[in-house]
């Protein structure tokens, strides 16, 4: 490298030395849990595995360890190949040396691996080959192995494990987006076990910020008819549902749009505050047997109208204008719409229109808050809906959503049931429309309810491929990836909801926290029930003491179990956990010792 100049031949200091070296970075999950349980017994165990299993590992394969933490370490090697069968062996090894022990005190490693260009600082590597390889290890899923596409393409084909590729994703402090690759057979011996793992859709990556941005505000109901409400926002509601499914579009979603419902706005101060480029808004005026609908597209930062159109049409033209709308704007924002797309930009929720209002009251009810009599009084109006229009995909799906919830909650039928009526509503719902987001959810909830992990994964995310504008897709999600064993493909999920939902509902601050603690982020886990809690109050507390009990703060834990049963007297451990679902059985029983510790029963 010697003798190496700047352009123009201007000097820009001594040069450097680099080299390209495939980099290894491995840490513990949890391990300040884990020494706050047992701290002597935990060094003793680090210790020997990593003398006895990681380091000889390492240096077998012609690795050099060049950095170590503590908790983790940094090793370079000179191939990918060594690199990435190195990182397998120690994942297989070290759930093959805990076999018998104590499920709360089994350690759980992280592995990241990276190939590029280092910088030699004597016996120190630098530089974004490094960088990256970090960034890699603190995504990866414990017992879990995740490599840059860069490392894959060298080992495809020469090592014996497979690779799934989870898609673009940005790292801290890293300019572009990387690709990556997960471990698809990987196993974790840990309380945050994560299970095999299929495929992750490229639609799973956030919504990029360059893509043509909208807001949709709640329409105005012009008919003088305090009953009409729904019908505007019903609307609304289908428009935002079918532009949630163009993958060239970022669509806020109606959560942080209607917190403008009634008001007089500015739209350049609602582009601001929503981070858009363009606004729609509108009226509606329904009488007698017609429907009068304006709509209005603006561009936010100047406040100028780019389209405006008034429909004046018979009320069972409602869902031809429905499409004219959204293939208007589809075309207005230059979003090319893909052939599967353009076919699902005609769904609607019903054929019938007196079937579509009464979904949309339903829809209303639910919308308020998923409690047991909303929800009663929900199942009733699309039940009255499913007689006027049977097959309607939407409609079937939330009907079996409701059964699915009673299965959960028990709050009207016998467990099984309510999972058999569930997945009737759920598959014909699929027969008419085989990528309704909603149907998919459900049938994650089914699969999570009865076990089948691998299913509840795939319908997670089949959901959230189908739906990528979708807010409420990408929450429930993130809460079924969280459940299956897979809490680092949950965060991203749940970031991106609350991106797409700026004034998010209060739940998905749990599942944010539920993410969170499960991939070993304690503080923020914290933080995130401590604000759920604030939005609806004795919300979160669960979890919250489940925290504070697993990072070693008992009075914390303790004081937030007593809050919680004084919101909640009725609180019992056998009802908590008879709506848990986890992967690792062992993780539930640890949560509810924590709450046993904390002082509940």
């Not at 060298?154 to 300019?175: H, P, S, T």
């Not at 079937?396 to 039928?413: K, P, Q, S, T």
């Not at 959901?463 to 897979?486: I, K, Q, R, T």
Request: net charge negative; charged share 25%; proline share 5%.
């Amino acid at each position: 490298m010697d003798g190496l100049t700047a352009p123009d031949g201007v000097s820009d200091g001594p040069a450097l030395e680099r080299r390209l070296a495939a980099i290894l970075a491995l840490d513990v999950v949890g391990f300040s849990r884990l020494t706050g349980l047992d701290e002597e017994g935990t060094l003793a165990a680090l210790k020997d595995h990593r003398r006895n299993l990681i380091d000889p590992t390492i240096l077998a394969a012609r690795g050099r360890i060049i950095k170590s933490t503590g908790d983790g370490l940094l090793a370079e090697f000179s191939s990918s190949v060594a690199a990435v069968r190195a990182a397998v062996v120690i994942q297989k090894g070290i759930v093959d040396r805990q076999q018998g022990r104590p499920a709360d005190r089994l350690m759980a490693l992280r592995i990241g691996v990276h190939v590029g260009d280092v910088v030699v600082d004597d016996a120190d590597l630098l530089g974004d080959g490094v960088n990256i390889a970090a960034r890699l290890e603190g995504i990866a899923d414990p017992g879990g192995v995740t490599i840059s596409e860069d490392v894959w393409r060298q080992v495809q084909g020469k090592v014996a494990v497979e690779f799934a590729d989870a898609g673009e994703v940005r790292l801290k402090n890293i300019l572009r987006p990387l690709r990556v690759f997960r471990l698809a057979s990987a196993e974790s011996p840990g309380p945050a076990a994560s299970g095999p793992a299929a495929p992750a859709p490229a639609g799973l990556a956030l919504p990029p910020r360059e893509l043509p941005s909208l807001a949709v505000l709640p329409f105005q109901n012009m008919s003088g008819d305090p009953e009409q409400e729904y019908f505007a926002d019903g609307l609304v509601e289908d428009i935002l549902t079918t532009l949630s499914k163009l993958t060239g579009l970022r669509v806020i979603a109606r959560n942080s749009s209607f917190v403008y419902k009634g008001r007089a706005v500015d739209v350049r101060d609602v582009g601001k505050q929503l981070d858009v480029r363009y606004v729609l808004e509108g009226s509606v005026r329904r009488a007698g047997g017609r429907v009068r609908i304006t709509a209005q597209l603006i561009e936010a930062r100047s406040g100028d109208h780019v389209w405006a159109e008034r429909y004046d049409r018979p009320v069972d033209d409602l869902f031809a204008v429905q499409d004219e709308i959204t293939l208007v704007l589809a075309t207005e924002l230059q979003v090319k719409l893909t052939e599967g797309e353009q076919a699902r930009r005609h769904y609607t929720t019903a054929v019938n229109v007196e079937a579509w209002s009464l979904w949309m009251q339903g829809l209303s009810l639910y919308r308020a808050a998923v409690s047991k009599d909303n929800c009663s009084r929900a199942l009733a109006l699309w039940r009255q809906a499913l007689a006027l229009d049977p097959d309607a995909p939407a409609l079937n799906a939330m009907v079996g959503f409701m059964h699915c919830a009673d299965a959960r909650f028990g709050w009207w039928e016998d467990r099984a049931v309510a999972i058999a009526q569930a997945r009737s509503f759920t598959d014909k719902a699929l027969r008419g429309d085989p990528e309704n987001p909603d149907a998919h959810i459900c049938l994650g909830m089914i699969s999570m309810i009865e076990g089948d992990w691998p299913n509840a994964v795939a319908h997670a995310r089949r959901a959230v491929a189908a739906a990528p504008g979708s807010a409420d897709a990408s929450a429930l999600g993130s809460f079924l990836l969280a459940c299956a064993g897979h809490p680092h493909e949950s965060v991203p999920l749940i970031e991106r909801a609350m991106q797409l939902s700026p004034t998010y509902p209060a739940n998905y601050l749990g599942h944010l926290g539920n993410a969170y603690r499960l991939t070993g982020r304690f503080e923020e886990a914290i933080a995130a029930f401590k604000a759920f809690d604030a939005r609806a109050a004795g919300f979160g507390l669960t979890d919250l003491a489940i925290a504070y009990q697993q990072t070693d703060r008992p009075d914390l834990a303790r004081e937030t179990a007593r809050r919680l049963l004084s919101l909640r007297p009725c609180f019992t451990l056998a009802g908590w956990r008879a709506t848990q679902f986890r992967r690792n059985q062992a993780l539930l029983d640890a949560e509810v010792e924590a709450l046993r510790l904390a002082g509940l029963s």
